[in-house]
């Protein structure tokens, strides 16, 4: 991973320029290590997908974002970890990856579960 700053907002990124495979354990292990780097106080957690560039929202504490990072990758399977970042605008840690079996929605991780979020109109 390559440390580099998003040329609009200036916030850290971590970019995996080299398209390398990583494991689920260490996409955890450099997520938590970004977060180390970067602590935020009540950031949550958005997937950038990179191909369709649609967001999903995953409400989580932060220290449960490496965890829920790990249930989305195996959701997603074989999907290539683009970047982690922060996103300042939103007060998210922000994570690029390929979706392909993600509804583009808002999630809450609780428990060790990722859970659509139902709101009643």
């Not at 970019?15 to 390398?20: G, H, L, T, V």
Request: proline share 4%; glycine share 2%.
């Amino acid at each position: 991973m390559e440390k580099c700053f998003h040329p609009l907002t200036g916030d850290p990124l971590w970019k995996n320029f080299d398209e390398k495979k990583y494991t689920v354990d260490e996409i955890k292990r450099i997520v938590s290590s970004f977060i180390d780097e970067y602590p935020r106080e009540n950031y949550e957690l958005t997937i950038f997908d990179t191909i369709s560039t649609m967001d999903i929202q995953i409400k989580c504490r932060t220290i449960d974002i490496p965890n829920a990072i790990e249930t989305v990758f195996l959701e997603e399977k074989d999907s290539l970890f683009d970047t982690i970042g922060v996103n300042s605008f939103i007060n998210t840690y922000q994570v690029g990856m390929e979706i392909k079996h993600l509804s583009f929605q808002t999630y809450i991780y609780k428990d060790n579960v990722l859970m659509p979020l139902i709101t009643s109109m």
